[in-house]
């Protein structure tokens, strides 16, 4: 593997992380071979400035952390297949297949199901650097169409995916003018019916998620709902 594709793979964030690391330890080296040498004012600052840099290298680190839990995008991509087994009225199974092989179960109730994604948008610096749109499918859930049964019913709700490290999504919304390299950070979804046997493909693109059936029934179902 070439050292540029190594890079490529690190991301720029932890490049950045590493480099301050190495500097960080540096200081720290010189500052407690000057305190051995009684060199306290100069020995004193170089590790406070060592413990500063690696602190500021922890940081990136949990970010970057956080951030892995994203997927790049560049254009529209196949995210996941979704197909729904009915196990009762308003009572379906959801078996959700993701690109990469992993799959998971639901037990839905309700009419429709929805999906709901967090967007990562980047400018300036960020875009230098090499940063790209990211996505994190967020959770599925089912929905009654009836607003009064929605308040009323059974609601079933699930997390596709844990949050490491520092919460990006909440930095970005809670401190948007202190971080002036995110362009946009915004949740897209997208519902659609449940109905047994149908079968839908979930799309992601820098507009937010797309559903589309991908099967007679599922095509039915929309035709019908709309």
Known sequence: MSIKTLLYNAGPINILALIITLFGFLLLYLGIRRLWRHRVITGSLETLSGLVFLMVATILIAISIN??????LTHESPVAEIYFKAQNHQHFWAYMTFQGSRAMGFDMFGDEWQLDARILKWRGIALLMGFKTVYRLDRISGRHTNIDQERKEVRS??????NPGINLWDLARKHSRWIPWMDA????ATYLPMVDGARYQVSVSTSGLLARPSNNIASEAVRKWR
């Open 67 to 72: 951030l892995q839990t994203y997927h790049r």
């Open 157 to 162: 709700v699930y997390a596709l995916g844990e």
């Open 185 to 188: 950070s915004y949740g897209s």
